[in-house]
């Protein structure tokens, strides 16, 4: 049993290129005539974690449970309700959108779905040219060069540079929106769901990719993912997200060696193994995941848990550190 209340990072901070400080994300449903906020739905709910430069995060979960909205929020695409994003020591939370200029060529996403997030009248020359100009990463005699060095080092030939979205492959957009996101030396990449719109072939070479590119570059990942294969491999640090919440977080290693949440332990069991005759001791949650619109009381996990208690029906679970920074929150630890 920990006592002491969870910090879910290492106690030393040198290094941390972005600390989270209970962040929370909700987004009104009703309202008064007046304005009043009578009824709203909580996408992320008191999330903490830190991050050091060249990791990489794994974040997982069911759909729904917040993953998206606490990668945008996190770079302020979604304007956060709650709490601290500190990022390479600024506070840039209050931050408005003049400020937040300078920052974005610091932070980059990298969007699920390749089909949708490229503008279809633009050549990828265009479209990985612009942000460079806007942002003067290099002067303007240069920029040409500098996107076709880019464009090799995502996998991309020369020529491409004239064509159009609408010529190309799923795996050949992402590697366009890769290169776009890394278009403008970011330090701080969101990965959502990147490969999640992909044939498995080329998901291989996608996460394959970005893992040069991380070695190459320095970058550091919040790698947003379903597949829980992929989170193992890409991943050196994995938080669990149940309706909102964090409800596990720890290293790749303590993770998947010992999962101390339920919700963990199911979500682990449904991973399929490569023999056939090997029997999986397969969990089954009943039902379906409360609404973030009305959570249940007490610990949001009980509505489905098999293990859930009187206690658990009641009072919200402490996240406490047990040990080496693995920290979960459930009673029945305790």
Known sequence: ?????????????????????????????????????????????????????????????????????????????????GGNIIFEGKDITKYKKKQMREIRKKMQIIFQDPYSSLPPRSTVGGILSEPVEVHKIVPKAEIKNYVLDLMDKCGLRDYYYERYPHEFSGG????????????????????????????????????NLLKKLQ???????????????????????????????????????????????PYTQALFSAIPHPDPDVKMNRIILKGDIPSPANPPKGCRFHTRCPHATDICKEKVPEYKDYGNGHCAACHLLD
């Open 215 to 261: 070695e190459d570059l320095g970058l550091t990942y919040i790698f947003i993912s379903h597949d829980l294969s992929v989170v193992k491999y890409i991943s050196d640090k994995i938080g669990v997200m149940y309706l909102g919440s964090m409800v596990e977080y720890g290293t790749k290693e303590d993770i998947f060696s010992k999962p101390l949440h």
């Open 172 to 207: 050949q957009r992402q590697r366009i929106c890769i290169a776009r996101a890394l278009s403008v030396n970011p330090g701080l990449v969101v990965c959502d769901e990147p490969v999640s719109a992909l044939d498995v072939s080329i998901q291989a070479q996608i996460i």
């Open 1 to 81: 049993m920990a006592d002491e209340k969870c910090v879910p990072f290492d106690a030393n901070n040198d290094n941390v290129i972005l600390e989270v400080k209970n962040l929370c994300k909700s987004f009104p449903l009703k309202k008064t005539i007046t304005g009043k906020v009578t009824q709203e739905l909580i996408a992320v709910d008191n999330v903490s974690f830190k991050l050091k430069a060249g990791e990489t995060l794994g974040i997982v979960g069911e759909s729904g449970c917040g993953k998206t909205t606490l990668g945008r929020a996190i770079l302020k695409l979604h304007e956060p309700t």
